[in-house]
């Protein structure tokens, strides 16, 4: 006489099973953490200003990089090189940038820092672009045009003081009684 056997349990149903309660567990037993505390306007802007301030601080090393792509003649791997460190130190900041957290009043400083930023860093992946590019009349001639950062370098130098002295006045207005 033919019994039938026991039926044999799915390896996968044992690990789906057990999934399920540790993702049951890690929902219910986590310990949960208190929402972050909103900055205050003082602290949302010295971030801002610090954030700038790197990125004004790295502008001389970007123009030199950008003025020795640009110079006549091959291009030494060096160059290429500190050109490519200036492209990835100004991306860092744009991350960075897009993790800052401020408020809405706030938020045409931080787009605006975002616009000179991405200006830098495009300027800057151009340069290698170029300075890397086969040698040809037109390669060659919009290679010779590179000469630094420009006037965004200013106007980021201007932004950067600007929101300086938003964040003192608002730190003395927060002091005041």
Known sequence: MFTPAAPRPSPLGDQAGLLGRAGHALLHWWPSRPAPTPSTRQVQLLALVSLLDEAVQAQSAAD???????????????????????????????????????????????????????????????????????????????RLRLNGLGAPASELRELCDEVQTMAKRAGSEETSP
Do not use: K
């Not at 991306?91 to 960075?96: D, F, P, T, Y």
């Not at 957290?101 to 605006?112: F, I, N, P, S, Y």
């Not at 200006?119 to 290698?128: C, K, N």
């Open 64 to 142: 030199g990089a950008m003025a020795a792509c640009g110079e006549p003649g091959p291009v030494p791997a060096s160059a290429l090189h500190e050109a490519g460190q200036q492209n990835s130190i100004y991306r860092r900041l744009m991350v960075r940038l897009r993790g800052l957290r401020v408020d809405d009043e706030l938020t045409g400083l931080q787009e605006h820092a975002s616009r000179l930023l991405s200006h830098h860093e495009w300027l800057l992946h151009q340069a290698v672009n170029l300075a890397s590019s086969p040698s040809t009349d037109r390669v060659e001639a919009a």
